[in-house]
């Protein structure tokens, strides 16, 4: 089985010298909870995490005979360019592949950097890495008409949400939420706190019972 782990870093490809004994892989879903009166406990998924990799590689300071082809005996070198990477805050690819399952290859973050130097070894260096997948923030653009052209420019958020008339005003219903609530005027359930804020008689969040009367601050 071929079994290769490459980084690639600006136009540089860093091929790893010894290939990790294993590669961890976590996602987590973000769940909310909820007391609903009448229905007991309610669970929200949210939203999923980036994916999470870490593994523990040997880097060799000198040529031995289990390194892989074509990779650097420096251990230093590969140690630079973890620690240039997560000092600039920039993504590089992270690239797994042994010719059976899917292969990985994404962007990702160097969350962490651990370097272990063990007696009798001097030299060789033993590196944990934390990779967290990269995922930038998106902008959204909106076509507005000039005197000369159509122009393409940067849309900026509303200062109130137009879906939200002034005092309005939500009456619970069996199986309302306030995550619920929030999410059909605003379109984003975590907007609940405004809602919060907006109603003194909310004494706790995860308890609202049918008949109570919320405004609806826009």
Same mark, same amino acid.
């Given at each position: ?132 997948? #990269?995922? !930038?923030? @998106?902008?959204? +653009?909106?076509? $507005? ?6 122009? /393409? ?31 059909? #005027?605003? !379109?984003? @359930?975590?907007? +609940?706190?405004? $809602? ?6 909310? /004494? ?15």
């Amino acid at each position: 089985m071929s079994y290769s782990v490459y980084f690639k870093y600006g136009s540089k490809k860093y091929k790893l010298p010894v290939n990790p004994e294993e590669i961890k892989r976590s996602r987590e879903l973000n769940i909310e909870t909820y007391q609903v009166l009448e229905e007991g406990q309610v669970s929200i998924p949210s939203y999923c995490s980036l994916e999470e990799y870490s593994f523990e590689a040997e880097f060799p300071s000198q040529d031995v005979n289990y390194m892989e082809p074509g990779a650097e005996a420096d251990a230093d070198y590969y140690e630079k360019m973890f620690r240039k990477a997560q000092k600039n805050k920039k993504p590089i690819r992270f690239i797994a592949s042994n010719d059976i399952s899917d292969d990985i290859s994404v962007k990702v973050l160097v969350k962490s950097v651990e370097v272990v130097e063990k007696a009798g070894e001097e030299g060789d260096k033993y590196i944990s890495l934390t990779l967290l997948e #990269y995922k !930038g923030a @998106g902008k959204r +653009y909106v076509a $507005i008409q000039t005197p000369d052209a159509t122009v /393409k420019q940067e849309e900026t958020p509303l200062a109130e949400n137009p879906a939200v008339a002034a005092n309005k005003t939500h009456t619970v219903q069996s199986g309302d939420t306030l995550w619920g609530i929030a999410k059909k #005027y605003y !379109g984003n @359930g975590s907007q +609940y706190q405004k $809602i919060v804020s907006a109603n003194p008689s909310i /004494k706790n969040p995860n308890l609202i019972y049918p008949g109570q009367v919320f405004t609806i601050p826009s």
